[in-house]
C-alpha cells in the first residue's frame, strides 16, 4: 500500500490505527480517510469537514487546539475513533469511488473494548460498510449524518443535534 497518496491519482491506501484511551464507551467509525486526513496522517483532517466542529459545539474541545491536544481531550471523555475500513482503493476522496475495500477488526476491537456502548457511524458508507461484517449485536450501532463537506444538504446545527447520541451513549445490557 502507497503511504503517500497522489491526490489526482488512483491509489491504494493505508488506514489509520484506532486512538483510544484505557476505557472507550463510544466507538466513533468513519468509512475511510479522505486525501487531506491521509496527508496530514489526522482523523478528519480537512478543515472544511464539520466533525471537530461538532465535537467542539458537544465537548468544547476546541478544533484550533493542536491535533494531539483534540485527541487526549476526545480520549478524556472516553471516545475512540476508527474507521470501518483499514484500506481501499480510490481515486479522490469521494466514498462512491472506494474500491476493494479491506476491513478492520472491528469485532475484535469491541471484545478488546466491552465498556463500549455506542457505535457511531459517521455516515451511510461507514454505515453501510460496518453492517456488512458480522458484528456484536450487543453494542447499538447508529448511523449519524455525515459530517464531509460533501453532505451539504444536512445543516451543521441539525448535524450537532444528531450527533448528541454521543454524549449519552445507552446503558450497557
Known amino acids: 500500500m502507497n503511504d503517500s497518496p497522489d491526490m489526482n491519482a488512483t ?23 479522505g486525501i487531506q486526513s491521509l496527508l496530514k496522517k489526522e482523523y478528519y483532517g480537512n ?3 464539520h466533525f471537530w466542529h461538532i465535537i467542539k459545539a458537544l465537548f468544547n474541545i476546541d478544533r484550533h487546539l493542536p491535533y494531539n491536544v483534540r485527541i487526549s481531550r476526545l480520549k478524556e471523555h472516553r471516545i475512540a475513533l476508527w474507521d ?11 466514498d462512491n469511488r ?33 453492517h456488512q461484517m458480522t458484528i456484536s449485536p450487543q453494542v447499538p450501532a447508529v448511523i449519524l449524518p455525515s459530517t464531509s463537506p460533501a453532505n451539504a444538504r444536512v445543516s451543521l446545527p441539525e448535524k450537532v443535534s444528531a450527533w448528541s447520541v454521543i454524549r449519552t451513549p445507552p446503558p450497557i445490557p
Open 11 to 33: 491509489c491504494s491506501a493505508k488506514g489509520f490505527p484506532p486512538v483510544h484511551g484505557e476505557s472507550v464507551e463510544v466507538l466513533i467509525l468513519g468509512s475511510f480517510p
Open 47 to 49: 478543515p472544511q469537514n
Open 84 to 94: 470501518v475500513l483499514s484500506g481501499c482503493y480510490r481515486d479522490g476522496s469521494a
Open 98 to 130: 472506494i474500491r476493494k475495500p479491506v476491513f478492520n477488526d472491528l469485532a475484535g476491537f469491541l471484545r478488546a473494548h466491552p465498556a463500549i456502548r455506542l457505535v457511531a457511524l459517521n455516515g451511510i458508507t461507514a454505515g453501510r460498510y460496518y
